[in-house]
């Protein structure tokens, strides 16, 4: 069988990390426990979860003329990255995002774009035979909507499956991505922002599905954490339970479901066995700190979960 192609268009970050017993209230000064660096930013995380299960992955964006940027490249091509569509902006930082985890491992994060928010419908379309070799394309909302509209006509015409991260939600989704979308995948809270339905039942989450479909979505899949993942389309609903862990850290534990998904369903498993791997691939994530760091790779995985 050949490899599995994914084609990821999306943010590039450096993640810094800071580990305090609680989060710190407004106007205080709180003494953490400790600071560490790591690579992130949706983008590059779901490309480096993909790769490590064994994909063959291209990602397109932008990082800055800074030594973040130069590092980060070489961080997605050490993990066998194609880096091709990876353009170095001048004059711009690469994105930033500065993170506080407190002791349950949840996690607060604030995002500076920086190179990402310069990601343009044209750099897109130079990576078009990326896209339509793929199997998969991913997208998320940390680059211009304009790209990632230029990915999704692409892939749609090409007959690529497209997976839509809406997270961070940070503006309004245009119905043309809907339209454009096999999976619209959102977790309970970006649920709620993009469809106005709060999340707390899977009821709940129904109400939201339902309102992703119509808006023109093939399929919605709303992560609801420890609770797992529902699968809704015109043809199916089904509630794929998570494995129960002891979280250390949460953060890119989103990506890391999202990019093992893509993974797997490139890989042409059923719809079923990909969401249930990729919701235990996800466990495994939270049950170590960082966000890459914490992505185990294929030969560290129970053999249940390898091809």
């Keep these: 069988m050949s490899i599995p192609s994914i084609c990821i268009v999306g943010s590039i970050n450096l993640d810094m990390n800071a580990y305090v017993e609680r989060f710190p209230r407004p106007g205080e000064t709180l003494h953490g426990r400790r600071f560490t660096t790591g690579y992130g930013g949706k983008g590059a995380n779901q490309a480096v979860m993909a790769a490590r299960m064994g994909g063959a992955v291209s ?60 990601v343009t419908a044209a750099d897109v379309e130079a990576a078009h035979s990326a896209i339509t070799s793929a199997q998969v394309l991913l997208c998320q909302m940390e680059v211009p909507m304009t790209a990632n509209l230029a990915a999704l006509r692409i892939a749609r015409a090409a007959g690529v499956t497209t997976i839509f991260n809406s997270a961070p939600v940070s503006s309004d989704v245009p119905e043309e991505v809907y339209q454009l979308t096999d999976i619209f995948c959102p977790n309970e809270t970006e649920a709620e922002l993009v469809t106005g339905v709060a999340v707390h039942t899977l009821d709940d989450a129904r109400l939201a599905a339902a309102v992703i479909l119509e808006r023109g979505a093939k399929a919605a899949l709303i992560t609801l954490g420890p609770r797992g993942a529902l699968y809704v389309s015109a043809d199916a609903e089904m509630h794929v339970p998570a494995p129960e862990v002891t979280a250390v850290d949460t953060t890119g534990a989103g990506d890391a479901f999202v990019g093992s998904l893509a993974y797997f369903l490139a890989r042409g498993h059923p719809l079923q066995t990909a969401i249930a791997r990729a919701n235990a691939i996800a466990a495994i994530s939270v049950q170590s700190p960082g966000t890459q760091a914490s992505y185990p790779r294929r030969a560290e995985l129970p053999e249940a979960l390898r091809d």
């Design 59 to 118: 990602m397109v964006g932008r990082v800055g003329d800074d030594i973040f940027g130069q590092d980060m490249r070489r961080n997605l091509a050490s993990e066998g990255i194609r880096t091709d569509f990876v353009l170095e902006t001048a004059g711009v930082s690469s994105g930033v995002a500065v993170i506080t985890i407190e002791e349950t491992g949840q996690n607060n994060i604030v995002v500076i774009a920086g190179a990402n928010g310069l």
